[in-house]
Each structure stands twice: as structure tokens, then as C-alpha cells.
């Protein structure tokens, strides 16, 4: 015998309430895959020699927190050049991406001339990075978050990972929606010909 409710329910309500859990799954896919909605398996990290810069293009204020919680901003790091990484534990590409990421942030001096700023948009904020590194062993990378995803909505940007590249006048030369092979052959040397125009 099928199983009844013992108390009324209020259909609209339950309609409204499928409505919004509808809508809120729809919000969340169009931020789990990039543009073009690809399969994970159809995105292959793309080569760093493969990649063309642009014409340098200023960016908005771009705002994200530190391990502590304390604010940080993209112009803190005014007169470096800066891969900006946008990232989430729970988007399979970005997770392949972050080693790559990690041996290229290893070979670099800390206070030289590239940082690497892997910024999280999950939404459990620093613990879920902690936890992630830990069980990736991921070094050498902070703890930078952006739970409320206001980065890729001041890009116009829906899919992670996204990457930019920032030049040491705090403008943007390269746009990458996808992974990069960012620890390959001569990567510091290529980033530094993108981030001079070259």
C-alpha cells in the first residue's frame, strides 16, 4: 500500500519550493563548466607556448580573502606580475590544474617578480582549502577565497578553472578559461614575454 502524508501539504508551496531548488541547480551548473560547456574529460589542459596574450586591458576591482579573513586586493600585488587562478575543490579541471600550479609557484622566489594567487570560490572558504591542500599535498600555494563568487561575476566569466594573467601595471594580458600546463619547459620565461607584450 503507498505511503500517505499525514498532514496536508500546501502544493503551491511545494511548487514554489521545486521552483527555487530548480533554479538554484541551474545557478550552480553554469559556474561548474566553462564557456562551451564542455565534458571534464574534453577539457585537456592547454600548453602555456600555445597561448597568445591581448592587448592590455584594465580590470575592476578585483577583492578576495586571505587564510585569516583578512580582505585582499588584486592591486596588493602592483608591479608583479600575477597569474590569477580562479578555482574549486568541486571542479574536477581546476583539481587536475592545481599541482601544475603548485611545482610552478615552487620554483619561483616568493618575493620575485610572478606570483601565483590560486583564488577558491567554494563556498567553505578557507577550511575547505586547508583541507584540500592537506589531502592533495599542495604546497607553496595560499589560502586565497572568493565564497561569495564576486570575481567571476565582475569578469563576466561562468566557468572555472579561469585564469588570468596580470601584468605588473595591474592589467589584464591573457584570459584562459580551462587548464594551463603552467609547470611545463620555460613557463616562467614565457609568462614574463606575455606579461611584456611580447
Known sequence: MPQTLSTPVDRRALLANGGTLLAAWLGCNSILAPSGARAADELAPVSLSAL??????????????????????????????????????????????????????????????IAVLPVSVDRGGAATVRRFYKARAIAGLPVLCDPQMQIPTALREEGVPLSLLVDRQGREVLRVVGPVLWDEAGAEERIRRLAGGA
Open 52 to 113: 597568445r596574450g591581448h592587448a592590455p586591458a584594465p580590470l575592476p576591482a578585483i577583492d578576495f580573502t586571505d587564510e585569516g579573513g583578512a580582505a585582499r586586493h588584486l592591486a596588493d600585488w602592483r608591479g608583479r606580475i600575477v597569474i590569477l587562478n580562479l578555482w574549486a575543490t568541486w571542479c574536477q579541471p581546476c583539481v587536475a590544474e592545481m599541482p601544475a600550479l603548485s611545482r610552478l609557484a615552487a620554483r619561483l622566489p616568493a618575493t620575485g617578480d
